[in-house]
């Protein structure tokens, strides 16, 4: 017997293969979308597949542990692009070596900026105390930031929404922002870029070569371990104010 | 031994590759399978490490370290792990769509207090970003300075 409409609804919606198609189809739609508005930041891809993504699971009442069974291969390809970066880190290497201070002192003022600077606007803003620890390690990657939250007593899941807003706000800011101050070399721009907006950031500094995705994803990850030593450190600092 | 493993995947591919090079162009396809059981392995023992010394960092991340090591003591890049690292990282904004998806989740926080959080995340973003490239840029000019 064929099943009617809603039999197919139902066969579709309760195959995981259904929603890796709807994950793969919207990054397509939301990067020809980008590519035909001329990589307009607004447009980032990212924020244009969720967007679809989202409306689809709006529409069809889908929750999103549902969906992320089906498009958890996709993201499970994370972890071997993270091992990957190796290959810029390593290609570029001889350019860091030139300048390991300079680079220690950015990450520094970067990491300590990141904490101090969501923490003192949410609190100016009203953001009540379990909002404030879990502002704290948003520019750094989802894995370390919810660790880090968990630790401090602060809520997982807003850190992971926070993290998802600091990488995209940073992704969309990027260009303009880097462009006001003046920020011409690539390798600044790339280190900046991924010491504030974790993997999502780095994702986007792809096009602007590989010295730049060297340089973001050393800022990635060597924020992520000064951020982990830090929040603990300064949020007991500024928690006691 | 593991890393070892991941070794002698990458220099086994890279003696293939350059064996197969003179059947011209198909010759750089076949070895994305070693590559990326390269990385997989590593992750996978970036995983094991992570858990075994309870290290605050992720597993990746260690398998990250872990390749550098490689690269370093074999002196370069292999062609295909080179190939295949490319085509990944291309494709990074991909990846990280189902996790970022997970922002529905929090549509009802976000309406409680979406000001402090929304200023917070974008305000907070702009004067990192900002700092951390001016800090580097004025470092670096005074080093070069004579």
Known sequence: MIPGVDGLWTILQTSPLFWLAVTLVAYQVAYAIYLRAGRHPLLNPVLVSIGLIISVLLATRTPYPTYFDGARLVHFLIGPATVAMAVPLYTHSERFKHMLLPLAGALLVGSVTAIVSAVAIGWTFGASPDTLLSLAPKSTTMPIAMGITEKIGGSPSLTSLMVTLTGISGAIMAGWLLKLVRIDDVATRGFAIGVTAHAIGTAYTFQLGEVAVAFAALGMGLNGVLTTILVPVLMRLLMSH | ?146
């Open chain 2, 1 to 146: 031994m593991a890393i070892e493993t991941a070794l002698s995947t990458g220099y086994g591919q890279r003696a293939r590759t350059t064996s197969r090079t003179t059947t011209a162009g198909r010759a750089k396809q076949p070895s994305m399978v070693p590559a990326l059981a390269a990385l997989v392995v590593l992750e996978l023992v970036g995983e094991l490490i992570v858990r075994i010394f309870a290290l605050p960092v992720p597993g990746p991340v260690v398998g990250l370290v872990l390749l550098y090591v490689a690269f370093t003591v074999h002196g370069s890049v292999p062609d295909g792990l080179r190939a295949t690292g490319n085509v990944l990282l291309q494709h990074l904004m991909l990846f990280l769509v189902p996790a970022t998806t997970g922002l529905m989740m929090h549509f009802r926080r976000l309406g409680d207090e979406w000001l402090p959080i929304v200023l917070a995340a974008v305000g907070g973003t702009a004067v990192t970003m900002a700092l951390t490239a001016l800090t580097l840029r004025l470092f670096l000019g005074r080093r070069r300075a004579p």
